[in-house]
Antibody
Framework: QVKLVQSGAEVKKPGASVKISCKASGYSFNLYAIHWVRQAPGQGLEWLGWISMGNGDTKYSQKLQGRVTITRDTSASTVYLDLSRLRPGDSAVYFC???????????WGQGTLVTVSS | EIVLTQSPGTLSLSPGDRATLSCRASRNVASPYLAWSQQKPGQAPRLLIYGTSSRATGIPDRFSGSGSGTDFTLTISRLEPEDFAVYYCHEYDSSLTFGGGTKVET
């Protein structure tokens, strides 16, 4: 079955960077793009960006442009989210999700809590 | 940039009731690009409806989606205890945009 397994919780200081992984299994990794979405405590969902598995093309939220980088390792079926110059407002649960190829996201990782605090 | 406004913010209903959730877009949305997801506390969202009205795999038929243009609706025909959750509409063009969510509570 399709599974997206994310790396564990992180605690970072303001100004630091964080790198979260999302390992996919149960489907042909190269056929589906991966999105990253975050959710601040008690808040809604915010899209961060996506990466195409085929050619590695990426698109990022304008709000985070310049601080967010999404990469992939096709040999490891893993996608990474790198967020730099962290601020307390970046504290959230970060989710990876699979593009369904029908203009939606159909499978989600379990989420990774990132806490930014001095 | 598109804005999706969901209403009401909270819907207070009982098991067995019919739930009607609204999602209004700031500009026209092509039908294939509108989806709905459900999220329970402490869990990742789950896709319910894509392409405005197609149910995702394993989603019971009490969930239905409809609409066009700027107005879209998620209907739960008879609420089951496990349906009390937050529901998000989202639009996917070249990026994903989520509505603010509707909480269905008992």
């Amino acid at each position: 079955q399709v599974k997206l397994v994310q790396s564990g919780a992180e605690v970072k200081k303001p100004g630091a960077s964080v790198k979260i992984s999302c390992k996919a299994s149960g489907y042909s990794f190269n056929l589906y793009a991966i999105h990253w979405v975050r959710q601040a405590p008690g808040q809604g969902l915010e899209w961060l960006g996506w990466i195409s598995m085929g050619n590695g093309d990426t698109k990022y939220s304008q709000k985070l442009q310049g601080r967010v980088t999404i990469t992939r390792d096709t040999s490891a079926s893993t996608v990474y989210l790198d967020l730099s110059r962290l601020r307390p407002g970046d504290s959230a649960v970060y989710f990876c999700s699979r593009d369904s190829n029908t203009k939606a996201v159909d499978y989600w990782g379990q989420g990774t809590l990132v806490t930014v605090s001095s | 940039e598109i804005v999706l406004t969901q209403s009401p913010g909270t819907l207070s209903l009982s098991p067995g009731d019919r739930a009607t959730l609204s999602c209004r877009a700031s500009r026209n949305v092509a039908s294939p690009y509108l989806a709905w997801s459900q999220q329970k506390p402490g869990q990742a969202p789950r896709l319910l409806i894509y392409g405005t009205s197609s149910r995702a795999t394993g989603i019971p038929d009490r969930f239905s989606g409809s609409g066009s243009g700027t107005d879209f609706t998620l209907t739960i025909s008879r609420l089951e205890p496990e349906d009390f959750a937050v529901y998000y509409c989202h639009e996917y063009d070249s990026s994903l945009t989520f509505g603010g969510g509707t909480k269905v509570e008992t």
